[in-house]
């Protein structure tokens, strides 16, 4: 199957409709420890809150509870941090773990963050006919239901993909600042989300839906 396009909405308008609030989930941030070479094998002998199992991983993973987060630490230094809220809570969480490192005698400093994808979601209150979406938009979306529940939307200016559900659960990723997912969900709320609100169908089994639209197309063959 070829690869889908990706949709540009630079031109379209953002609605002036109340739209369900966008949520973020998670922030994947990186950052360097600056150093070359560390040696896990020794730190996570050493150290009991870092877990280190290279026949399974090649990282160490270390975790925290204030922010909740979960870092990666690989060889090379650099570090891979998840399951912050905010951009601000990320950088917070980072700095935590290289201060954690210093204080058990690790000699690493903190360098280069960046955000590498912020994971939203969104809750419609309706049912989506995803099936339509697919139909309407092919060249754009991406719809399989016996391989994944959900319909897959990717778009450009500014470039992140949505994942919409039956249920009307929307997840948006790809982006690296909160500012273009909110600015994405509002020029696509109107097009892509609301005009395709089932009214008829208020199921939001993704399994019941695929069967509908499974025995629908079987009858018009």
């Given at each position: 199957m070829p690869a889908k396009s990706k949709y540009n909405i630079s031109q379209l308008a953002k609605t002036t409709l109340d739209v369900p609030e966008v949520n973020v989930e998670n922030c994947v941030a990186t950052?360097?420890?600056?150093?070359?070479?560390?040696?896990?094998?020794?730190?996570?002998?050493?150290?009991?809150f870092c877990d280190f199992n290279p026949p399974k991983f090649a990282a160490m993973t270390i975790r925290i509870k204030d922010p909740k987060t979960t870092a990666l630490c690989f060889s090379s230094g650099n570090m891979v941090c998840t399951g912050s809220k905010n951009i601000t809570e990320s950088l917070l969480a980072c700095r935590k773990y290289t201060r954690l490192l210093q204080k058990h005698g690790i000699p690493v400093c903190f360098d280069g963050f960046k955000i590498q994808n912020i994971v939203a979601s969104v809750a419609c209150p309706f049912p989506l006919k995803l099936a339509n979406i697919a139909e309407?938009?092919?060249p754009y979306v991406s719809y399989e239901p016996n391989l994944f529940p959900g319909a897959v939307l990717?778009?450009?200016?500014?470039?992140?993909?949505?994942?919409?559900?039956?249920?009307?659960?929307?997840i948006i990723t790809g982006a690296r600042d909160i500012k273009d997912i909110k600015k994405a969900f509002l020029s696509v709320y109107e097009p892509f989300v609301l005009k395709y609100q089932d009214r008829d169908d208020l199921s939001t089994s993704s399994s019941?839906?695929?069967?509908?639209?499974?025995?629908?197309?079987?009858?018009?063959k």
């Open positions: 950052f360097s420890l600056g150093v070359k070479h560390l040696n896990l094998r020794r730190i996570s002998q050493r150290l009991c309407d938009h092919g990717r778009v450009e200016n500014p470039k992140v993909v949505f994942l919409m559900f039956r249920s009307g659960k929307i019941s839906y695929r069967m509908d639209i499974k025995q629908k197309r079987q009858r018009l």
